[in-house]
């Protein structure tokens, strides 16, 4: 049972356009984290959301933390190429008391067509 | 810095054989963790490690050991290799768990055949 659920898994768009992915939950989340993976590389870190209805800009990208914080989702405005990638989300899990692991959402696959 | 790096790039092995991943990081990070990649799913943890001598397992551990002697260096040991373990591995550190980002290396692509 994957904790985190991302949507859409794949998107493909043009040059220009806008597209929301979302990461959900029906477990609360002390924070998320949005990761971005290039292929052949490893992922790295976008941002970290910690309060609940939180909105974070970074340039063309928008993220937001639900009011719940069970879910997330990331709005980028006017894709560029440069912005094809993996996108994952990532939560802590709590275990005997203390957050040592993340768990990662399946991903979206972004392609944005010159 | 360097970050962190892992050995090697790419590996096939046969069926049966056994092999250990490297990884090292020059960050001073207390958490250090494995993670596998399978096609259209997300990473998934196998080991991690909050601290030399200390390590723990993750959600897909059987088939795989660790250990770490020193803060710098968390190999991923493999034995008798299947061909479920065929993924690209990532090795992670990050200075605290919860909100702390984690920091990948580039992975290491690995086929059983």
């Known amino acids: 049972t994957q904790l985190l659920e991302q949507s859409p898994q794949f998107l493909s768009i043009q040059e220009g356009e806008n597209l929301t992915v979302y990461c959900n939950s029906s477990?609360?989340?002390?924070?998320l984290q949005w990761y971005r993976q290039e292929p052949g590389e490893g992922p790295v870190l976008l941002v970290t959301?910690?309060?609940?209805?939180e909105v974070k800009k970074l340039k063309r990208l928008t993220f937001q933390f639900g009011d719940a914080r069970k879910d997330s989702s990331l709005h980028i405005t006017a894709a560029q190429p440069g912005d094809t990638g993996l996108y994952l989300c990532?939560?802590?899990?709590?275990?005997?008391?203390?957050?040592?692991?993340?768990?990662f959402g399946s991903g979206t696959q972004l392609t944005v067509l010159p | 810095n360097a970050g962190v790096t892992q050995t090697p790039k790419f590996r096939i092995l046969k069926i049966g054989q056994s092999m250990t991943l490297q990884c090292t990081q020059d960050?001073?990070?207390?958490?250090m963790y494995w993670y596998r990649q399978d096609p259209g799913m997300g990473l998934k943890l196998i080991y991690y490690?909050?601290?030399?001598?200390?390590?723990d397992k993750g959600e897909v551990p059987n088939g795989y050991n660790v250990s770490r002697s020193t803060t710098e260096d968390f190999p991923l040991r493999l034995e008798l290799a299947a061909p479920s373990q065929t993924s690209v591995y990532f090795c992670?550190?990050?200075?605290?768990?919860?909100?702390?980002?984690?920091?990948f290396g580039p992975g290491t692509r690995l086929t059983v055949l």
């Open positions: 990532a939560g802590p899990l709590i275990s005997s008391g203390s957050a040592r692991q993340l768990t």
């Open positions: 959301v910690v309060t609940g209805g």
């Open positions: 992670a550190s990050s200075y605290l768990a919860d909100r702390y980002p984690q920091y």
């Open positions: 960050m001073n990070h207390n958490y």
């Open positions: 477990s609360v989340f002390s924070s």
């Open positions: 490690s909050v601290g030399a001598g200390i390590t």
